[in-house]
């Protein structure tokens, strides 16, 4: 929380400073104040500042709970930074971007902020508004060929949101429902002419809240629900969210949304949105203007995928109504905050009750132990255990989720995950039935 002054400070002072409640707050303040109740700022090193950079008094961005970077040259990056932005961004490209920015304000600085302060990010950039897709795709494109071995120079990014084109046997339902304990797909959603969250100011997320909730209360029959604001929960609504799963985190120090300076002003103009049953989730100006989410119990991943296409057909018609878009351009699909949500920004998931392979997993055979990493790398697929990819699962209940994102469409990264989960379930059983590991191998080759 420091501000680089060797001065003593009140709490009353300090809560003025940049950063003040993200980077601890009162309790940070409490942890470091001497017997005359103030700390001094000397001893304190900002964790925003200690990579290079100042902050800039002069970006119209700024809130009274955040302050943007601007830096003079390359930041001091370590071995700590793992982004795809820090590998990129060379000295030469910093000094053609630097003084680029767009109409909304979105500076060269702004887009790299976040991985610059959060060293581990994976990507580590951000856009403010849709134009910087273009203003700064010497930076971008890079990030994305690396990300998702797409080349957004020559190819183009398909769409396709039309539902009947699945194919799912009754068999495969069958199949599915006796393994497959949930089933969730979701995308993020940006409404064109207003700057995303990273950059958006106060009217700008409070004109995007208003696109939404009118596209919200046009829903009908099964998608009709209930739109909560984020600042006006009551502690039973908070609870019954949580309770649900439902409500989104709140930002911390470590996570993308905060470096970027997308939870300035947290939590006005944000909120959630679900249908009556359940099965239908929208979450408002978090990292994008709306991630919506389609979600039932069971493996009928096409009656998921059905939801998902309606709501996302709702914001199309929305925003057309409001004489606007969904951002999405014919390179790199739908756009958003995020180079790794582009495309159709995608995620199709089940959980998946694997116990046979979760036993491999927990032996100590260490070549056995990633088969069903290998099993799913051969289709596309990506499974997470209990403490995250490349670990056992509770139960034996992995979530199992497409890869790619950018250069598919929605039907075809659907119907991955439909053939990929069809082969994993064959080969768990083939373990139940005494098949070994090499089996496996040898029925994938």
């Not at 003079?72 to 820090?86: G, I, L």
């Not at 046997?169 to 006796?178: H, I, L, M, Y």
């Not at 649900?244 to 930002?251: A, C, E, T």
Request: hydrophobic content about 35%; glycine content about 8%; aromatic content about 8%.
């Amino acid at each position: 929380m420091g501000g680089g002054a060797s001065t003593n400070v009140s709490q009353e002072e300090v809560q003025k400073l940049p950063q003040y409640t993200i980077l601890g707050g009162e309790n940070k303040f409490n942890e470091l104040k001497g017997e005359d109740g103030k700390v001094d700022l000397s001893k304190v090193e900002d964790p925003y500042l200690k990579y290079g950079g100042a902050y800039n008094a002069d970006d119209a961005k700024n809130t009274d709970d955040f302050k943007y970077l601007s830096f003079s040259e390359v930041p001091k990056f370590t071995e700590a930074h793992k982004s795809a932005m820090a590998k990129f961004l060379t000295p030469e490209l910093f000094e053609k971007l630097k003084d680029v920015k767009s109409s909304k304000g979105y500076s060269l600085h702004n887009v790299i902020m976040t991985g610059v302060v959060t060293p581990h990010l994976g990507v580590g950039a951000t856009a403010g508004d849709e134009e910087c897709w273009e203003l700064f795709k010497d930076l971008f494109y890079p990030i994305i060929k690396d990300w998702h071995g797409y080349d957004a120079e020559t190819q183009k990014h398909p769409v396709d949101l039309d539902h009947t084109k699945l194919v799912f046997t009754d068999e495969q339902k069958a199949t599915f429902n006796e393994f497959v304990a949930s089933t969730r797909i979701r995308a993020a959603r940006n409404i064109s002419g207003y700057s995303l969250p990273s950059g958006a100011t106060a009217e700008d997320r409070a004109q995007v809240e208003n696109v939404l909730k009118q596209a919200f209360s046009g829903l009908s029959d099964e998608l009709s629900g209930t739109y909560y604001e984020l600042g006006g929960l009551t502690d039973e609504q908070r609870n019954f969210l949580l309770e649900k799963g439902f409500l989104f985190q709140i930002p911390t120090a470590k996570n993308l949304l905060t470096g970027a300076g997308a939870a300035r002003s947290w939590p006005n103009n944000r909120g959630i949105y679900h249908n009556e049953a359940q099965t239908a989730l929208c979450w408002v100006n978090e990292e994008d203007h709306c991630r919506i989410i389609s979600m039932e119990n069971g493996g009928n991943i096409p009656s998921v995928f059905e939801r998902f296409c309606n709501l996302s057909n709702a914001l199309k018609a929305s925003a057309e109504a409001n004489n606007t878009k969904l951002m999405w351009n014919e390179t790199l699909g739908f756009l958003g905050t995020c180079p790794s949500n582009l495309g159709t920004g995608l995620r199709a998931s089940v959980m998946l009750v694997i116990p046979n392979f979760n036993k491999l997993m927990e032996g100590d055979n260490e070549e056995d132990k990633h088969l069903l990493d290998e099993v799913c790398s051969a289709y596309d697929l990506q499974p997470r255990g209990s403490a995250g990819e490349h670990s056992a699962a509770v139960g034996g209940k992995f979530d199992i989720s497409n890869k790619q994102r950018l250069g598919f469409s929605e039907v075809q990264l659907v119907q991955k995950m439909i053939d990929g989960v069809t082969k994993v379930i064959e080969f768990e059983k083939m373990l139940g039935n005494g098949s070994t590991p090499a089996d496996i191998r040898a029925a994938m080759a």
